[in-house]
């Protein structure tokens, strides 16, 4: 059962969660001053725009009706009781998921890659530079670029620009240039931080360019917030009052604060995180202000990271294998009011192969990780006889990481980190 | 803007065409007698409901709960109108698309592979084969025969088998078993008559075991009805009559049937089938009786074909590389009432490309052929400066063939036919 809204029924505002945090969030550090970042600082990245979205305390942002034209292609998007599995499990829990794979890139990253784009063509910026890991967020601004008639240029990490050639295709197929980084190292396997240096570089060094970041920052889990406040709209629809917990993968932050943020204010609702324990930043690195990129040429950020010099073991999951996470979701979590949890990729691809095989569709590596703890909350569930209500963030398709199903199906997987064998 | 239909609005009946044909359709011929088949002659491989729907001149053939319960997982689609592409254009059209790539499969196939798989599951049936070329319909029945609790045994092309290895990771994650056809040549590319040959064989000579078939019988394209059902209703809630034309892309015709055959009875809108210039069996095939595979064991049917033994170049759209066509849209096609066009795949690609541009979705290669006629439809509207509304069915989306996209935006596609060089 899916619960529709019409394109008429997008929301026309971003829910912003800073008034909402009981500790005020620290701010990002100069580089090289170690002092506050100020305005000026950002203006040869950010557009004004985005860096002004970066600090309001506005509790609402009106989202531009050019914006919500190019959303309106795919969102809203639906609300679907996974029925199948829950009888599967034969949990009496209800499961609801957020289908955000229906965007044209798959995932959640076009609901920031859109505004993004926008706010860059209104103040002249003819040109976007990125990172991308795994290729999601790469994708998005990629189609994101097309739409609003911008040039736009792609650092992928080495490795994954040859083990995904799917994914360069698919940004070139919108016109998106796509190189692989570290670019002055043409042996090196690269790094998201590596790549976040190289786009940054890159963007602050040409005319007319701008750089254009998918997670961590403010105003990307702002823009991702029409994902919780349309869930929580079609879960009245459904004639459910609150989720009693809400799930999301957690590896930068934008799709879990997008599905979680805007239930902050709603004191009974249990919001968790999960991330793998190959990267487990919220469950197992330090509270510390650290560098967002490898190179040391971002700002400090207040944050709970493994180390900017961190490389992660070859997980399947390329977009959770960032060193850090956004210090919204960081400022929660140290208040208590986010709980996290980490998994090993087996039992993540384990819960994947699950869900595919009782609701139809193939989730994203990343997505099922949310999956796996769902699984087992509603397990758990059964065991006290609960009813409970539980609400998950669908971040996006595997339709393009059908490789790693591949090595899970064939014994190929190592339980936690890199493939095994040839 | 699109236009979605609740869970609970799905159709609860198929429609059928042949009450509407105005010549009647010639018996399928058993393959050693030439007499027409009975009953009998085709329950070693199909359950008795469906051989009923094979010749049914009921107006209506109900929906099983229990396929609305999967259909529902996600039907109805949306149908969406095209306004970024017809602004590109600058046509007067109206473009309206009707969106079959959202389901699991990511396709209309399971459109008939779940009716397909409940029927076979109620009749005691425990296995189902099949064939498949480019995917599409593998993926489908797998996806069916997981929900159902059935083995499922795929005889996939064997060249496919090699150069699209994420289709068969799809199917062996809904649980089937996927074999390279034709079985007993290990060297040969293989063709999709042989693999019809190889699944046929193996159900015909297996306990507890049928065949299952994607395309061209009278039951599949009763059973994709829903499509252009849904999109006669959805085009009232945009405030359209009827459309003018209707166009689909056209293999074994499964597709274009799904989204032409409701509006059959109308006579002031125009149906039109495209087909690429290298399998042309509409616009260049003669009318006959011919075998359905390669082998020659199935029965004769009445259709445009090639011949049985017809091997088409190997062209990107693997789904519309069929010898022959749905004996229903070629007895249309004799009467005037379809029309037909063919496309080479450059211009195909290229059309796609606009459109993933316009509209951000990355089509089928099938699909773009849909789309190729579409936007030279809409550019004779703007010449002649009419109106007119223009629904076709976008079938699939290109996701598992970005491969052909590669080849097409790195200049390795062959006009017409084969990828060129290395």
């Given at each position: 059962m899916r619960w529709n809204l019409r394109s008429d029924q997008v929301d026309e505002a971003w829910f912003n969660v800073i008034p909402h945090l009981t500790e005020p969030l620290q701010p990002p550090l100069h580089p090289g001053t170690r002092q506050p970042v100020g305005p000026e600082d950002l203006a040869p990245l950010f557009p004004v725009a985005l860096i002004g979205q970066e600090v309001t305390a506005e509790p609402y942002v009106d989202i531009p009706g050019?914006?919500?034209?190019?959303?309106?292609?795919w969102r809203p998007t639906p609300l679907v009781r996974a029925r199948r599995l829950e009888e599967r499990l034969g949990t009496p829990a209800r499961i609801y998921y957020k289908d955000e794979s229906v965007s044209p890139a798959g995932?959640?990253?076009?609901?920031?890659?859109?505004?993004?784009?926008?706010?860059?063509?209104?103040?002249?910026?003819?040109r976007l530079t990125t990172e991308t890991g795994a290729g999601q967020w790469g994708s998005a601004l990629a189609f994101a670029s097309a739409l609003f008639g911008l040039e736009c240029k792609v650092y992928m990490v080495r490795a994954s620009y040859g083990q995904k050639p799917y994914r360069r295709v698919m940004m070139e197929t919108w016109g998106a240039e796509v190189v692989p980084s570290p670019v002055d190292q043409p042996e090196h396997p690269g790094s998201l931080g590596l790549a976040i240096s190289d786009a940054v570089r890159d963007a602050a060094t040409s005319e007319e360019s701008h750089y254009s970041l998918g997670s961590v920052l403010n105003h990307v889990l702002l823009h991702q917030t029409v994902i919780g406040q349309e869930a929580r709209r079609q879960l009245e629809l459904a004639?459910?009052?609150l989720p009693d917990l809400v799930v999301g993968c957690c590896g930068g932050g934008s799709n879990f604060g997008g599905i979680a943020l805007?239930?902050?204010?709603?004191?009974?609702?249990?919001?968790l995180a999960v991330e793998p324990t190959a990267c487990a930043t919220l469950t197992a690195g330090a509270f510390d202000y650290d560098f967002g990129d490898t190179a040391g040429m971002t700002p400090l950020l207040p944050m709970y990271t493994l180390g900017h010099d961190f490389i992660p073991p070859s997980i399947h999951a390329g977009g959770l294998r960032y060193h850090g996470d956004a210090p919204i979701i960081c400022n929660l979590v140290k208040a208590g009011r986010i709980e996290a949890s980490a998994y090993p990729q087996s039992k993540v691809f384990e819960a994947a192969v699950e869900f595919a095989r009782a609701q139809g569709t193939i989730a994203a590596p990343e997505t099922a990780h949310a999956i796996r703890a769902v699984i087992d909350e509603a397990l758990a569930a059964k065991e006290?006889?609960?009813?409970?209500?539980?609400?998950?963030s669908y971040s996006g398709h595997g339709l393009l990481d059908l490789g790693a199903y591949d090595d899970y199906?064939?014994?190929?997987?190592?339980?936690?980190?890199?493939?095994?064998?040839?």
């Open positions: 050019e914006v919500l034209d190019v959303l309106r292609l995932s959640h990253k076009p609901n920031t890659a859109v505004p993004q784009a926008f706010y860059n063509k209104k103040e002249g910026v003819r004639g459910e009052r805007p239930f902050v204010p709603d004191p009974g609702v249990r919001l006290t006889g609960e009813e409970r209500v539980i609400l998950f199906l064939h014994g190929r997987l190592d339980a936690d980190g890199a493939p095994t064998g040839g």
